[in-house]
């Protein structure tokens, strides 16, 4: 085996994989006010960049670009809306 396939293999177990959990340092609380500040900063966000376009100040790339942003930012909200519900109806139906 060559050096630069090694040096290439230890470099890449020294990266975190994109899909490994990040360590949480905060409690819950302030990671959900974390993601509630994001999604308010996204949809805001796009709100100016369609208010930019309508007033002509912004491209329409930019425009696509941000209400893509926003419609991921709410699709992902409402599915994790719909699983913490689900998971209290499931506590509801538990016997006691």
Sequence with gaps: MDTQSTIAAQAY???RPATAATPSQGDL???????????AATLQSA???AQG???GDADS???VHALAQSQ???ETVVTVR???VEAY??????PV
């Design 53 to 55: 376009a309508m007033q």
């Design 82 to 84: 719909d699983k913490v």
């Design 72 to 74: 991921l930012a709410v």
């Design 29 to 39: 609380s302030s990671s959900v006010a974390d993601v509630a500040t994001d999604f």
């Design 13 to 15: 177990a020294a990266v």
């Design 47 to 49: 709100e100016m960049t």
């Design 61 to 63: 790339h930019s425009l």
């Design 89 to 94: 109806q499931e506590i509801l139906r538990m």
